[in-house]
């Protein structure tokens, strides 16, 4: 059975920490690796990853994957209290379009 | 920008009330998707429409119906509603090989 396994489930840290958040997943055929961040409302789309090895990043943000071991991670330099937010990490295998998403991890950055 | 709007971002139902959720997008985008998010459970496919009048069930298709009569909108009906079926309902529209982009989220409830 297809799986996407996010850890850990919920993380406090203060404003300045650096951060990893883990996305392991078990899905045939991998086409496609997502992250998103949930505030209260939309999930907005971070990364899309598709190739093992090469690093995205965005600002603070960075994001890699391993499709030999079938992972990603998404890191979080210099946290934020506007990070706070669930972030989520979706895969699409076999099939176009049905994406497997992770229960999320539950950011919470305090001042 | 691409907006997905949902019909509405709460609603109140009771039991064996037919419910009709909405979503619109206005980037011409031919995939749309109903998920639903739980605590602990992440988000779950439930429907997805490639194209108008075809659709594809999801993880969790049980109890639902769609409707894609023309490419900017995509409806998900509940026959007859139920109290499992309070949830998170989260709309979602992509091109094919990018990213998916969410709605604001329909919190329904069913008494």
């Known amino acids: 059975e297809d799986k996407v396994v996010q850890s850990p489930l919920s993380l406090v840290v203060h404003e300045g920490d650096t951060v990893t958040l883990n996305c392991s997943y078990e899905?045939?055929?991998?086409?496609?690796l997502l992250w998103y961040k949930q505030e209260k409302k939309a999930p907005t789309f971070l990364f899309m990853l598709t190739s093992s090895g090469i690093e995205k990043k965005s600002g603070r943000l960075s994001s890699i994957l391993d499709k030999k071991e079938l992972f990603s991670i998404l890191n979080i330099t210099a946290t934020q209290t506007g990070d706070s937010a669930i972030y989520l990490c979706?895969?699409?295998?076999?099939?176009?379009?049905?994406?497997?998403f992770g229960s999320g991890t539950k950011l919470n950055v305090k001042p | 920008d691409v907006k997905v709007t949902q019909s509405s971002r709460y609603l109140v139902k009771r039991t064996g009330e037919k419910v009709f959720l909405e979503c619109v997008q206005d980037m011409d985008h031919e995939n749309m998707f109903w998920y639903r998010q739980d605590p602990g459970l992440g988000l779950r496919l439930i429907y997805f429409s490639y194209d108008v009048k075809m659709k594809e069930k999801g993880d969790i298709p049980e109890g639902y119906s769609v409707s894609r009569e023309k490419k900017e909108r995509f409806s998900l009906i509940l026959e007859s509603a139920s109290t499992n079926q309070t949830s998170m309902y989260l709309c979602?529209?992509?091109?094919?090989?990018?990213?998916?982009?969410f709605g604001p989220g329909t919190r329904l409830t069913v008494t």
């Open positions: 899905v045939t055929n991998f086409r496609s």
């Open positions: 979706a895969v699409e295998g076999r099939d176009f379009n049905k994406f497997y």
């Open positions: 979602a529209s992509r091109v094919q090989g990018y990213e998916q982009y």
